[in-house]
């Protein structure tokens, strides 16, 4: 598969990307903002939560229903839960 032809199957399961780093950095921003709360939580938590906020951006711009995006932020979140162990 191009290069070509993979980005615009994804865009129709993901949105555009243009749309999906506005939602993302949005999210993102949001979080980073809080303070102290996002500055001191471990790099897994972190991380977990930028990429749910991807995801949550696939969601809000490409299909609600595609059922990957909702396993990938339920994945993300079990990484999360279990770096708290």
């Known amino acids: 598969m ?7 199957e994804r ?3 993901h949105g555009s990307f243009a749309m999906n780093a ?3 950095q949005a999210l ?6 809080d303070g102290a709360g996002y500055a001191t939580m ?3 938590h972190r991380e977990a939560l930028d990429q749910i906020a991807l995801k949550l951006s696939r969601i809000l711009s490409g ?5 990957d995006h909702w396993d990938d ?3 993300y979140a079990k990484l999360a839960s279990d770096a708290c162990k």
Not at 2 to 8: I, S
Not at 28 to 33: A, E
Request: proline residues 0%.
């Open 2 to 8: 191009t290069t070509e032809a993979l980005l615009n």
């Open 11 to 13: 865009g129709k399961t």
């Open 22 to 24: 506005h939602f993302s």
């Open 28 to 33: 993102k921003s949001i979080m980073q903002s």
């Open 42 to 44: 471990k790099a897994e």
């Open 63 to 67: 299909q609600a229903n595609f059922k």
């Open 73 to 75: 932020v339920a994945g």
